[in-house]
């Protein structure tokens, strides 16, 4: 006899996974040899985009070969990168001290370099919301402090009609930035506070309601990303999960200091982690939340 199920039920049943066990994750180097990895970012070609900030560099990983390979030599000092729906490239090149969009014929376009005519700090990390809305950090770090005309540490918009706008200003850098699975709020690490700021978003893209999400995290917060049930992932002394209330519920220690993840493969169950010199992937039971 078969047993009829109330459709609430059925729907719990579907989508209820067993919590994750951090303590037991395989940890695996994919590549290496590199300075300083950041701004890991999953094409839905089947490849990883990352960059060697001090080598100048975008590499590209695709799973199955043994090593990565040169996307982009001269990138500008390249950080953060993202894809939108359309497969395009975004990216934060510190050095140039801007944020560029590469099209699938490898076409740059430069679409922020100055607020109110002063040039940035040096773009960090970004996002790119499903309707094509665009979020990204601006600290400066090191000597990138004595290059500074902006008074002020942004996180900035970028419209649907181009137009730049900022988000926040704020007293402590901010860093890694990422949007909630709906894209209605937006994630912010902030390096100097040691915590991650939510903003809530409308359909037009503009922000409200800035709160800190979750407060004194071990080390220096810097990439963020989100899996499909809202859940945050940090990059600081170690990797920090938290729900999206901003409640812990467990993290992992890397074999180098992370500085950023991306989820990544077929089924979006790896995540990808930027370390120093290294470049690892973690299988989890959970998939990644893409904007595209």
């Not at 002394?237 to 729900?243: F, Y």
């Not at 992992?252 to 690892?280: H, K, W």
Request: hydrophobic share 35%.
């Amino acid at each position: 006899m078969r047993l009829a199920l109330p459709i609430a039920l059925i729907h719990l049943l579907s989508v209820t996974a067993p919590a994750q066990d951090y303590s037991d994750l395989r940890i695996e180097k994919v590549a290496t040899g590199f300075i300083f990895t950041e701004g890991p970012a999953w094409s839905r070609d089947g490849y990883l985009i990352f960059s060697d900030i001090p080598g100048d560099k975008l590499l590209q990983f695709k799973p199955g070969e043994k090593k990565a390979t040169i996307f982009r030599e001269n990138s500008s000092g390249a950080i953060g990168n993202t894809f939108d729906v359309q497969g395009r490239l975004y990216s934060c090149e510190s050095h140039a001290r801007r944020v560029t969009r590469t099209d699938k014929k490898g076409k740059i376009e430069v679409l922020a370099e100055r607020w109110q005519g002063k040039r940035l700090n040096a773009p960090n990390d970004i996002v790119v919301r499903k309707d094509g809305q665009i979020y990204f950090t601006d600290p400066a770090f090191g000597n990138q402090q004595d290059t500074r005309e902006l008074d002020f540490y942004g996180v900035f918009h970028i419209s649907h009609r181009g137009e730049l706008d900022v988000v926040a200003k704020s007293k402590g850098r901010p860093n890694g930035i990422a949007l909630s699975p709906n894209g209605r709020i937006l994630y912010v690490t902030n390096s100097d506070q040691r915590n991650v700021r939510a903003y809530d978003l409308d359909r037009n893209g503009e922000a409200s309601n800035e709160r800190v999400l979750i407060s004194n995290i071990a080390g220096i917060p810097d990439g963020i990303k989100v899996d499909e049930s809202g859940n945050l992932y940090v990059a600081a002394a170690r990797m920090e999960v938290h729900t999206p209330e901003g409640k812990p519920i467990g993290g992992f220690v890397m074999p180098e200091t992370p500085s950023n993840c991306a989820f990544g493969d077929g089924d979006l169950q790896s995540l990808y982690i930027t370390a120093r010199t290294s470049v690892y992937r973690v299988r989890l039971n959970v998939k990644g939340s893409l904007q595209y």
